[in-house]
């Protein structure tokens, strides 16, 4: 065991180093920077004005450096959290890193729990009446849910809301600890669309696995003792079942991100997703840096602790 | 062929069924300049017309013909989703072979850089490969490419690992063959199952991140008939012209759903382990 989470901890730290120098570099690689952008927007000066102006801005923003010394003095900032200013919204990017993120993983939490409490009751039930009409059912749910993108989800729905209910994005975001009941209607449809979505393998991967354990043994043995079939199929099947269940749940969990930002942009959600749009579109390095570093930190994070989540809860693994 | 054919549709309706939405898509993405009635960038009709008997999908928010985007749009998907994944599953599976069966050094460095790629989300890496890229349906590509690769390999290697480790390899070695030879004529053949499965499931995926990108305003440009783009500035007009969003958005779902049934069902017939079994 002790070997497994060391090994699997010591390649945690490289990985997220190797992360971050791919998103530098390839923010680096954006053809047309800021001082450009930053100049020629304002530009009524002559050209020979304009490029001393570049030149200037590039010198106050440190693009004049050597690229290795910039990634470092990234990075360094970074570890003690500070992200550095954004380009556009004039403010440390900390500061939207704290308003934004938060609302994304409550998101995303919203979003699994919906996902979890509709789609493993049906992978249990499609798999005890297996080959009947309500497993029939569930798989077509599932199989619908799979086939329809995200995107397409997200608007049909967005579709129903403001043809039927008269909806309207949100002009401005209420967050939980203010009105918690507010929080919740304007998030409950992007986590909605997002479950329907993430719920369709859940519910496969459940079916599959209670396919796979009520047929063993010791399910019989339950059942030959006299258990009666709640019992079986609870205590004995289930449990037994949802090991790999949980461990893909984290996994999706950790995808998640990359689905929000598709949610926040057509459900007009400020979280980090649609931040990140606007900043990429912005050219706002500092910001873009910032939010895909973050994310790819939480996203190797879930993935550590659901590789650990597994290797606790299966003996077979830790002792491989 | 036909007995072969026969039993295929019996044993696996619903894959014939996947198999039929596909030939459809194909032939779609063929014949696009023989069955879209106007060019897919083609403007100067009325903007937001509703469905009609002229324009059976309506037009959209500059005048053009929504049907004849959705036909070339298939032309589009199939051709992103095509080439990227024949590309980057190939691209991976020869890197995930040769590293596995070589081992050591290599085989761990690789992996370690397989574990950065996979360390950014999906979306969010093509997304910023896309921004150092710039934008175009060829940029897409490499993008996919980039993002299919890593999985490949990870996938691809674990196979190699088993096959590395059975009698015939160690009989080859033990008969003097060389490294080159044995990796070609003995451990890729026999990943060549995993292989095809790899390229059938990914198509759709790739379809879809491609859609995605679009949609986010980070793929084909927006004037390319991309479903997932048309689907964008569907939703920009929602309340008035629903048809921008239903169309591209069933298209996009018809391909997934067929492309993923077909999947499914030759996962079926690699497995030996699934093959007319219980689930």
Known sequence: ?320 | MRAALARFVIGQPLGAAGAVVVLVLIVVALAAPALAPHGPKETGFATYVAPSREFPMGTDQVGRDVLSRVIWGARLSLYVGVVSVLFGVTLGALWGAVTGYLGGAADAGSQRVVDILMALPPIILALSLMAALGQSVNNVIVALVILLTPTAARTIRSVALGVSATPFIEAAQAAGASRTRIIFRHLIPNCMASYIVLVTTNISYAIVVEASLSFIGAGAPPDEPSWGGMLTAGIQALETAPWMVFFPGLAISLAVFGLNLLGDSIRDLTDPRLRGGLG
């Open chain 1, 1 to 320: 065991m002790s070997t497994y989470v060391l090994r699997r901890l010591l390649l945690f730290v490289p990985t997220l180093v190797g992360a971050s120098v791919l998103i530098f570099v390839l923010m680096r690689l954006v053809p047309g920077d800021i001082a450009e952008i930053l100049v020629y927007q304002t530009g009524s000066e002559s050209s020979t004005v304009q490029k001393r102006q570049i030149q200037q801005i590039r010198r106050e923003l440190g693009l004049d450096r050597p690229v290795v010394i910039q990634y470092l003095d990234w990075i360094g900032g970074a570890v003690r959290g500070d992200f550095g200013q954004s380009y556009v919204q004039r403010r440390p990017v900390v500061d939207i890193l704290k308003e934004r993120f938060p609302r994304s993983m409550e998101l995303a939490a919203l979003t699994l729990l919906l996902a979890v409490v509709w789609a493993v009751p049906l992978g249990v039930v499609s798999a005890v009446r297996q080959n009947g009409p309500l497993d029939y059912l569930a798989r077509l749910v599932s199989l619908s849910g799979l086939s329809l993108p995200l995107f397409f989800t997200g608007a049909l729905i967005l579709y129903g809301l403001v043809r039927i209910f008269r909806w309207l994005p949100p002009l401005e975001f209420a967050s939980f600890t203010e009105d918690p009941v507010e929080n919740l209607k304007q998030l409950i449809w992007p986590a909605l669309a997002q479950a329907y979505y993430i719920s369709a393998p859940i519910t496969r991967l459940t079916r599959s696995q209670m396919l796979e354990v009520i047929r063993q043994d010791y399910v019989r043995t339950a059942r030959a003792k006299g258990l009666a079939e709640r019992a079986v199929v609870y205590r004995h099947a289930l449990r037994n079942s949802l090991l790999p269940v949980v461990t893909f749940i984290g996994w999706w969990g950790g995808r998640l991100l990359g689905g929000l930002v598709i949610m926040e942009i057509i459900f007009v959600v400020p979280g980090m997703g649609s931040a990140l749009i606007q900043a990429v579109s912005q050219r706002d390095y500092p910001t873009v840096q910032a939010m895909i570093f973050v994310m790819s930190l939480v996203f190797l994070l879930v993935n550590l602790a659901v590789d650990l989540l597994y290797a606790w809860l299966d003996p077979r693994i830790r002792y491989a």
